[in-house]
């Protein structure tokens, strides 16, 4: 078999996302709780992904969410992290504004353990990706595309992508708010 180089650099970004995964399991959770959980998108799930990132700059005015779309459709895959919104009852810490965990989840707010669970898991799965010198960035709005689309229930409240691609130049960087490449 031979395989040309796009054909093993989209090989090689399934499978870093796959590991990205993985890494984002195995990442440290407050009180040992896993309430991190993600999926890896490809094809008609990405093209999607992107088009109602493109719905959202529609609506909003923001064009940074065309641009990040034009990221995503630049990208061979995109791992999807997302952190499930369950306060831990630790100690009514107080971290997340409110007094107590009760108050936090009447007010559909978010609990501080579980947004810093999710940030560690998308640090461990983005050094992984910089560890294989795979491009990448971390999108919220890709995240926010994510929801839209209905890939989990209300009580994920912060999601994040992370798109990747391989190419002599990263896709992610030198871009500026407005500039849509597509």
């Known amino acids: 078999m031979i395989l040309n180089r796009d054909q093993a650099s989209s090989e090689a970004a399934i499978r870093i996302g796959q590991a990205m995964l993985a890494a984002a399991i195995t990442a440290p959770k407050g009180n040992g709780v ?9 094809g008609e799930e990405k093209d999607a992904l992107a088009s ?10 923001e064009d940074f969410y065309a641009r990040d779309a034009g990221n995503v459709d630049n990208s061979y895959c995109v791992v999807l992290l997302w952190a499930e919104n369950a306060p831990l009852w630790l100690t009514n810490c107080g971290l997340c504004g ?3 965990c009760g108050e ?3 007010a559909g707010a978010v609990c501080a353990f579980n947004v810093t669970d999710l940030g560690i898991a998308v640090g461990s799965a983005v050094s992984l990706a910089a560890d294989n010198r795979m491009d990448n960035r971390v999108l919220f709005s890709a995240g926010k595309g994510a ?6 229930g209300e009580e994920v409240k912060v999601c994040y992508g992370i798109p990747l691609s391989v190419s002599s130049k990263s896709v992610f960087f030198d ?4 500039d849509v490449k597509f």
């Open 34 to 42: 896993d309430d991190v959980n993600g999926v890896l998108l490809t």
């Open 52 to 61: 109602h990132m493109r719905d959202i700059a529609e609506e909003t005015g």
């Open 104 to 106: 936090n989840m009447e």
């Open 98 to 100: 409110f007094r107590e």
């Open 147 to 152: 929801a839209r689309m209905g890939l989990f």
């Open 175 to 178: 871009r500026g708010p407005g």
